[in-house]
Nanobody
Framework: QVQLVESGGGLVQAGGSLRLSCAAS????????MVWFHQAPGKEREFVAA????????YYADSVKGRFTTSTDNAKNTVYLQMNSLKPEDTAVYYC????????????????WGQGTQVTVSS
């Protein structure tokens, strides 16, 4: 059974940090890029960051550049999203997804999704 399981969400004050994890299991994910999205109440799901298991540069949304960092631990089949200097507008459910397609230009089709983890940033 293919699974992406996010964890690490919670409540944090503005300026604080959280590290989200996305554990992948059930198949070989090396051909996939791993992507983080978030969805705030009443809004559409938005891209946050993307990374490949093979390494190299990552993509980030302009709103999180310089504050968020995504990384992989290939031995653990886990992707991380380190979130620093959190702002109330970062409040959302965060999802990880596995997709395949073109890395440059960035255009993926997403095959697997996690269930999401809630991040709430208080002011």
């Amino acid at each position: 059974q293919v699974q992406l399981v996010e964890s690490g969400g919670g409540l944090v004050q503005a300026g604080g940090s959280l590290r989200l994890s996305c554990a992948a299991s059930g198949r070989t994910f090396s051909p996939y890029a791993m992507v983080w999205f978030h969805q705030a109440p009443g809004k559409e799901r938005e891209f946050v960051a993307a990374i490949r298991w093979s390494g190299g540069s990552a993509y980030y949304a302009d709103s999180v550049k310089g504050r968020f960092t995504t990384s992989t631990d290939n031995a653990k089949n886990t992707v991380y999203l380190q979130m620093n200097s959190l702002k109330p507008e970062d409040t959302a459910v965060y999802y990880c997804a596995a997709g395949r397609g073109s890395w440059y230009p960035f255009r993926l089709e997403y095959e697997y999704w996690g269930q999401g983890t809630q991040v709430t940033v208080s002011s």
